[in-house]
């Protein structure tokens, strides 16, 4: 178990919907990733929080935000969904180099 | 559930054999390397790291071999066991643009019993 926890673990929604993805950093940890991993595109980096302040930006789409909140929390909002959006996605928390990722959301959309 | 893509590379073993993974990563100016562990259905467990300064690092049955020249990193996993079956991540970093991390495509290991 890393500490770091995501919720839903499954997610089923159709096309065109908008859905959030939680997740809760290990006790301590600053930052905050949030990464997607398709069929066939491997493990990407979307975007990064530290202490509540987006740090940096990797290959979010537009129709995709993320917030970190004074609790350190962070939610990962998808909108206009589409098929090509389902994906496994990953939250990963970090105190220096070393992220610790969480379980993971699986996204269908149908 | 699957984790990753249908075009994995996998690398066969026979259990009590030595298993070594390759990774060729892309920026010269990567000074961070890090390995990950992907059982199915689970998020990416942490290995072993090594930073750019060094060329080999061990852990527990585990060995991390840097060769910045031709920028190559791989991973040995000594006598390997059923439960190292999972599919292996090698990934880059530069401190210097944040903290994100680039992965490569994965390797697919099975053990044999």
């Known amino acids: 178990d890393s500490g770091v926890t995501q919720t839903p673990k499954h997610l089923i929604t159709a096309t065109g919907q908008r859905v959030t993805l939680r997740c809760s950093p290990r006790s301590g940890d600053l930052s905050v990733y949030w990464y997607q991993q398709s069929l066939d595109q491997g493990l990407q980096f979307l975007i990064q929080?530290?202490?509540?302040?987006?740090?940096a930006k990797g290959n979010i789409l537009e129709r995709f935000s993320a917030q970190q909140f004074p609790d350190l929390h962070s939610e990962l909002n998808l909108s206009s969904l589409e098929l090509g959006d389902s994906a496994l996605y990953f939250c990963?928390?970090?105190?220096?180099?070393?992220?610790?990722f969480g379980p993971g959301t699986r996204l269908t959309v149908t | 559930g699957e984790s990753v893509g249908l075009h994995l590379p996998t690398l066969s073993v026979q259990e009590g054999d030595n298993s070594i993974i390759n990774c060729a990563y892309s920026n010269s100016a990567s000074d961070y390397f890090i390995w990950y562990k992907q059982e199915s259905g689970k998020g990416p467990q942490f290995i072993i790291d090594i930073r750019s300064n060094m060329d080999k690092r061990q852990g527990q049955r585990v060995t991390v071999l840097l060769n910045k020249t031709v920028k190559h990193l791989s991973l040995q996993i000594a006598a390997t066991q059923p439960g190292d079956s999972a599919v292996y991540f090698c990934?880059?970093?530069?401190?210097?643009?944040?903290?994100?991390?680039?992965f490569g495509g994965g390797t697919r290991v099975l053990v044999k019993p």
């Open positions: 990934a880059e970093n530069i401190k210097a643009a944040g903290n994100k991390l680039t």
């Open positions: 929080y530290y202490n509540g302040e987006e740090r």
């Open positions: 990963a928390s970090s105190s220096g180099l070393q992220q610790y």
